[in-house]
């Protein structure tokens, strides 16, 4: 179930702990993330729910997040991956402003959720 009017997030959010209690704000000052359009337009930065995107049962607050990697060669490997990045897709490099929205950082991988708040346009922040 989702929280259709959420005031704070872009995405809908599911009800309970999402983000998750450890995802804080914070400047990262080089990431990518998988586009599109060259440059990257605000639709290469929608979330999954918010691109109609299917996903994995019981992931709806990673769905709600936009993925970005802080290594280089991890979004290469997803780019070789995923069909629509292989042949027409590109690799936005740019920046988190803490202000943005929460983000939460893997532990084990140089991926990161973030959450955009509602009003943000995150796009101008790459090329």
């Keep these: 179930m989702y929280i259709g009017n959420n005031n704070k997030y872009r995405s809908p959010m599911p009800e309970e702990n999402c983000p998750p209690a450890s995802s804080q704000n914070k400047d990262i000052e080089t990431v990518y993330r998988l586009a599109l359009n060259n440059p990257p337009t605000a639709e290469d930065f929608l979330s999954h729910i918010e691109s109609g995107k299917q996903y994995p049962p019981g992931l ?40 943005t929205g929460v983000i939460n ?19 101008q922040y790459f090329k």
């Design 60 to 99: 709806d607050c990673v769905a709600a997040s936009i993925s970005v990697f802080k290594n280089k060669d991890d979004v290469l490997k997803q780019k070789k991956k995923i069909p629509v990045y292989k042949k027409n897709g590109y690799i936005a490099e740019g920046s988190i402003k803490y202000n």
């Design 105 to 123: 950082e893997s532990k084990t991988t140089s991926h990161v959720d973030w959450w955009v708040y509602r009003g943000q346009s995150v796009h």
